[in-house]
């Protein structure tokens, strides 16, 4: 659980995390999830490490970086697999209405330009708690 865990050699923590976030995604919102997968082809691997690494700094604004770091650093894994999921739907709306991977790497790496959602933290917190079943925890 420790946030250091993250950065161990191979990156096994990224495997099991995208793995969770396509779990979750497919489960809660069958539709983006397509969209993501199906049709655009994403790999949340092509995006996820660059997320994860820089602790959230290429998806959200510096403010609110620093209100998730101790978040992060308490729940590990399961907090990033939140943070991700719950941006995800966020910006589905936007999301879904691209229409490759052309448009949607590039607006994935720039969400850190974009508001962060509303109660961000709090959705976070509330969320881990359904997760730990599914993720053995």
């Not at 976070?124 to 730990?132: N, R």
Request: with cysteine; net charge negative.
């Amino acid at each position: 659980r420790r946030l250091r865990d993250l950065w161990s050699p191979g990156f096994p923590l990224v495997a099991k995390g995208v793995l969770l976030v396509e779990e979750l995604l497919a489960e809660h919102d069958p539709e983006l999830a397509h969209h993501l997968w199906g049709t655009l082809a994403l790999d949340l691997e092509m995006v996820v490490p660059a997320a994860w690494l820089s602790v959230f700094g290429k998806w959200l604004p510096l403010s609110n970086v620093v209100e998730v770091v101790k978040f992060l650093s308490k729940e590990g894994l399961l907090g990033f697999v939140a943070v991700t999921f719950l941006m995800l739907l966020s910006h589905r709306g936007r999301l879904l209405e691209m229409q490759n991977l052309e448009e949607l790497l590039p607006f994935l790496n720039g969400l850190c330009n974009q508001p962060a959602p509303e109660q961000l933290l709090a959705m976070c917190e509330a969320a881990v708690p359904q997760f730990c079943t599914r993720a053995g925890a």
